[in-house]
């Protein structure tokens, strides 16, 4: 993917949807995680996202919440910029 930079700093999240804890998990009293790599744009929008390792019963959950994400733009030189991220969803069962 030419053009795209990896964003190694803290992306600032304009707006988002928390993940839902799957119910078959919450029943299962499982915990776990998800690590995704989400492709941002260059509007700060998520144009793609895929898991790369983790438990899943979370995946749908995990994607679902980080395609619901809004970015802050990137900025290269003043020119805004796409880039990719890496993001860990940890779901714990509250007790």
Do not use: K
């Not at 998990?25 to 144009?47: F, N, Y």
């Not at 980080?66 to 007790?95: A, C, K, M, W």
Request: one cysteine or more; charged letters at 25%; hydrophobic letters at 40%.
């Amino acid at each position: 993917m030419p053009g795209i930079w990896a964003c190694w700093s803290r992306s600032r999240i304009i707006e988002s949807r928390p993940p839902q804890y799957p119910p078959v998990a919450q029943a299962a009293g499982v915990s776990g995680q998800v690590i995704l790599e989400a492709h941002v744009g260059e509007d700060g929008r998520v144009v793609d996202v895929r898991v790369i390792e983790g438990h899943r019963l979370f995946d749908e959950a995990a994607l679902a919440s980080v395609r619901s994400r809004r970015y802050e733009p990137l900025l290269l030189n003043g020119v805004r910029s796409d880039f990719l991220v890496t993001i860990t969803l940890t779901f714990r069962i509250r007790r």
